[in-house]
């Protein structure tokens, strides 16, 4: 009796969720627009899912993805943004980007951007030009060697 | 520091070269990543008191680039420390 009771409830269960499946397309897409607008939280519905465990690939990043992620928010390759271009930075003088606006810290610094002291500019700004306006640190020695070597290769 | 306009924020972002929704996805995706890398990277600069702000920011940029990259259709990634 059990038995059957235990089929009876797995199959109305079944059809309880097939049919909520089909209701929440259509409950959903309206929920969808409606919270988006209002920026409230956003039912995903699968279609928006694109996850691809087989896609991920967990690799090692290359120092131009490096660069992008840990300095792509102040920096570019061409162009001054909240830190100057760094195009051509390795070999350069510091703080000798024409067109970009330096602090006093950088204008006074007296160096040549190389290995060493790009080392210790990234993991420390403030040590090398105490009064920099950069505050970003980067404690990963194998990620400044890596950002390092890039920026070796966009100075070339 | 003095204000940029418009016009020369947009030209530092290479504004110019988005053609399609997946370009402006992409400048997003990018954007916010690396605002939450730069909070991440600050917090050590920073006074104690200031620590936790620059935390909770951080997630919420990480909170918005993981939705630009479900929207791109990127994988989750398999490392465990994403920020390194």
Not at chain 1, 67 to 95: E, L
Request: proline content about 4%; hydrophobic content about 45%; overall charge positive.
């Amino acid at each position: 009796m059990s038995y059957r009771l235990s089929i009876a409830v797995a199959l109305i269960a079944g059809i309880a969720t097939f049919i909520f499946m089909q209701d929440s397309d259509k409950q959903f897409a309206p929920l969808q627009s409606r919270n988006a607008a209002n920026h409230d939280s956003v039912p995903i519905g699968a279609e928006f899912i694109h996850v691809s465990a087989l896609a991920a690939t967990g690799t090692a990043l290359s120092g131009k993805e490096l660069y992008t992620r840990r300095c792509g928010a102040c920096h570019s390759v061409d162009q001054n943004r909240v830190g100057p271009r760094h195009r051509g930075v390795y070999g350069r003088k510091a703080g000798s980007v024409a067109d970009y606006r330096y602090t006093n810290a950088l204008k006074k610094l007296n160096l040549t951007w190389n290995e060493s002291n790009l080392d210790r500019w990234l993991a420390n700004p403030t040590a090398v030009a105490p009064g920099t306006a950069m505050g970003f640190r980067l404690n990963n020695p194998s990620e400044r060697k890596a950002i390092i070597n890039y920026l070796k290769s966009v100075s070339q | 520091m003095v204000a940029k306009s418009d016009s020369e924020y947009a030209e530092a972002l290479n504004v110019a070269s988005l053609k399609n929704q997946e370009d402006v996805l992409r400048l997003a995706l990018g954007l916010e990543r690396g605002a939450a890398n730069a909070y991440l990277g600050l917090i050590p600069s920073l006074g104690v008191n200031f620590h936790q702000v620059a935390a909770q920011m951080a997630g919420d940029e990480a909170f918005h680039a993981a939705i630009l990259g479900n929207a791109l259709g990127e994988p989750i990634p398999k490392a465990a420390l994403i920020f390194g």
